[in-house]
């Protein structure tokens, strides 16, 4: 079973970056599909990004081309690269993971991820 701990949370200005950080421990990372969620308040939790053991990643259509995310299979650390932020990307964000090869079609339902660490805040002001 992997152990999550998510690191970076902060407040910025729209259109800076952020990078969070999460780091894995006690299982074979690179098996894991990682994911990122987020949720504001009065929102349903939402998929954002993921990636997978050979680094295919997918991405929501509300991040595409502003957030990316990696995975360091040395470190055990998946990071998500937050660039030209929004108000509206402010929430609490997760970080997840699944024993599989693929992150594959589902990857932005919540209830695939058996695994999570503790949330980050991340506010975006205009």
């Known amino acids: 079973q992997v152990h999550l701990v998510v690191s970076g949370r902060g407040s910025v200005q729209a259109g800076g970056s952020l990078r969070l950080s999460c780091a894995a421990s006690g299982a074979v990372f690179r098996r894991y599909c990682m994911a990122w969620f987020r949720q504001a308040p009065g929102k349903a939790r939402e998929g954002v990004a993921a990636i997978d053991r050979v680094l295919s990643a997918n991405f929501a259509d509300s991040v595409k081309g502003r957030f990316t995310i990696s995975k360091d299979h040395a470190k055990n650390i998946v990071y998500l690269q937050m660039n030209s932020l929004k108000p509206e990307d402010t929430a609490m964000y997760y970080c997840?993971?699944?024993?599989?090869?693929?992150?594959?079609?589902?990857?932005?339902?919540?209830?695939?991820?058996?695994?999570w660490g503790q949330g980050t805040q991340v506010t975006v002001s205009s």
């Open positions: 997840a993971a699944v024993s599989s090869w693929a992150c594959g079609r589902g990857w932005q339902g919540e209830y695939e991820y058996p695994t």
